[in-house]
């Protein structure tokens, strides 16, 4: 079984450029959230895709923005890259249906903008 | 607006000894608790998770208490071990995608 995998692990951009990260989510998963976490802080949910389709989304303005493909994957891109944007980005995937609630996360891709 | 709220940063415990980490919550509408440990440079793991409808869930060396009136939720390991030292977050669900996350107790055991 492949956990959830997510690239590039570390990353450094500069203030008004742009980012894509990767996730790809665990075998039978279906489901996959991106979550932010600030150094000190705990995970905040960005947004949920589920079938190719963004389920919810938290409290982040619309220049973070996300994709899911047929095979689950999932893209989170960030426009117009702002100091604060700087954290570590985790990617969670789970499966539908009757469980513990249970999120299995990725590694993280670290991003520093300067 | 800090909706789950681990209101100890740290926690030094010395080994064998039981280890309580604790979090407050203020939503009556969240469904769901768990709790995640966290190792340097990994992503957060699973622990263990509790329903709104239980006040205890055990396994193994863990168990989560929940007490609803109080909107509060503890996490007991017994007996800790140092492997046990990482961060612990708590985390509450409200329906099925959003999970709102503490902001973490490092827990330290000390051999």
């Known amino acids: 079984e492949t956990g959830v995998t997510q690239s590039p692990t570390h990353l450094i951009k500069t203030r008004g450029q742009q980012v894509t990260l990767r996730c790809s989510s665990q075998s039978g998963h279906n489901t996959v959230s991106w979550y932010q976490q600030a150094l000190g802080q705990g995970p905040q949910f960005i947004f949920q895709y589920y079938r190719e389709e963004e389920n919810g989304r938290g409290n982040f303005p619309p220049r973070f923005s996300g994709l899911q493909f047929p095979n689950y994957s999932s893209e989170l891109n960030v426009n117009a890259l702002e100091l604060d944007d700087s954290a570590l980005y985790l990617c969670a995937s789970s499966g539908q249906g009757p469980n513990t609630g249970e999120l299995f996360f990725g590694e993280g891709s670290r991003l520093t903008v300067l | 607006d800090q909706q789950v709220k681990q209101n100890s940063p740290s926690l030094s415990v010395q080994e064998g000894r039981i280890s309580i980490l604790n979090c407050d919550y203020t939503n009556s509408m969240f469904d769901y608790f768990l709790w995640y440990k966290k190792y340097p440079a990994e992503g957060p793991t699973f622990l263990i998770s509790?329903?709104?409808?239980?006040d205890k869930n055990e396994d193994g060396r863990f168990t989560v208490f929940l007490n609803k009136s109080a909107k509060h939720l503890s996490l007991h390991i017994v007996p800790s071990q140092p492997g046990d030292s990482a961060v612990y977050f708590c985390a509450a669900r409200r329906g099925t995608y959003k999970y709102i996350f503490g902001t973490g107790t490092r827990l330290k055991v000390l051999a």
């Open positions: 509790i329903s709104s409808i239980k």
